[in-house]
DNA sequence: CGTTGAACCTGTTTGC
DNA sequence: TGCAAACAGGTTCAAC
């Protein structure tokens, strides 16, 4: 569920409750969940979590403790929330960790993944960066548009599925990457290697005002999505395309939006997004 | 290297 | 009403 602009909604909220509080208990409901480092889990009790970062759509913890700072790395996957207590209402049947919290304005952090597409990690500083920088390519955020227009440019694949290689750029997900094509006036299925410059640079632009302004509305609720205390996103009122099939263009050209099933599902005006 | 389909899971919606 | 199929924000892996 939880794209960039998701990823970041949260992190927002996280910040402002649980960093700089101090972790005294750790519940794990299911083990599974947790896929490296779980035998260090009781470590984490009695750490303070002196950060809260991102890497594309994954949250990061950063817990000290004396000299020593370890890491819990969360995947939210398509089904993923941290909740606070008084959000959990509806919502405790998938609970598979929750955190106890001292020193800070929340009591708990719980980990809600009714899927379990989503993983946690558990790392020491060598460990993280190894898999940091095996899995993610650059932030959106963080790129210049000569990065990204080199990225893009260089790829012989179909720029959908650019925009979702998260080992080029980290964040985007099947949401923005419609939004992001519809508004720069480009086909899901041209290929990065044939759009023009101009295309190139409307490419890079919608990418950053679709993200910047998702966050704006504090990300996209199609069904599950919410912030940690329970808030909807209001983006999804600003969807041109995204589940929209066979309702009008917004831009007035007369066309219908279409969906094109395979992979992830596509939706697009036929008429709008040109494939060079 | 790029594309496709399946797999991992549960829950909700859709269609017969 | 009932049941099966389709579909959902993500990622990985194998096969071609």
Redesign the pocket.
Same mark, same amino acid.
């Given at each position: 569920? %939880? +794209?960039l602009p +998701?990823t970041e909604v949260i992190l927002d909220h996280l910040r402002k409750k649980i960093l700089g509080s101090t972790i005294s208990g750790l519940r794990i409901e299911r083990k599974?969940i947790i896929r490296t480092g779980l035998s260090s889990w009781p470590w984490y009790i009695g750490s303070q979590i002196r950060d809260i970062s991102r890497n594309?759509? $994954?949250i990061v913890l950063s817990c000290a403790k004396g000299s020593k700072t370890r890491y819990l790395l969360a +995947?939210?996957?398509? /089904?993923g929330l941290f909740l606070f207590p008084g959000s959990t209402l509806g919502r405790t049947?998938?609970i598979h960790i929750a955190i106890t919290l001292e020193h800070a304005p929340v009591s708990h952090l719980y980990y809600w993944n %009714? #899927?379990?597409?989503g993983r946690v990690y558990l790392f020491d500083r060598q460990h993280l960066d190894q898999f940091l920088q095996r #899995?993610f390519g650059v932030d959106p955020f963080a790129m210049t548009h000569e990065a990204f227009c080199l990225t893009i440019g260089q790829? #012989?694949? &179909?720029v959908k599925?650019?925009l979702?290689n998260?080992?080029k750029i980290a964040g985007? *997900?099947? =949401?923005y990457a419609n939004e992001i094509l519809y508004r720069a006036g480009i086909h899901p299925h041209a290929? *990065?290697c044939r759009l023009s410059k101009a295309s190139l640079m409307r490419l890079y632009h919608s990418t950053q005002t679709v993200l910047r302004e998702a966050i704006a509305h504090g990300? $996209? /609720? =199609? #069904?599950?999505?919410c912030a940690p205390d329970g808030t909807s996103?209001r983006f999804?009122e600003h969807h041109a395309v995204?589940?929209k099939t066979a309702t009008p263009c917004p831009r007035g050209c007369a066309t219908t939006i279409q &969906?094109l =099933? &395979? +992979? &992830?599902?596509s939706f697009f005006c036929p008429r709008c997004q040109k494939r060079n």
């Open positions: 569920m %939880p +794209e +998701e599974d594309g759509k $994954s +995947e939210l996957g398509m /089904t049947k998938h %009714p #899927r379990r597409f #899995r790829s #012989r694949g &179909r599925a650019l979702l998260q080992h985007i *997900g099947n =949401i290929k *990065g990300g $996209s /609720t =199609i #069904r599950d999505f996103g999804q995204y589940q &969906r =099933i &395979r +992979e &992830r599902s």
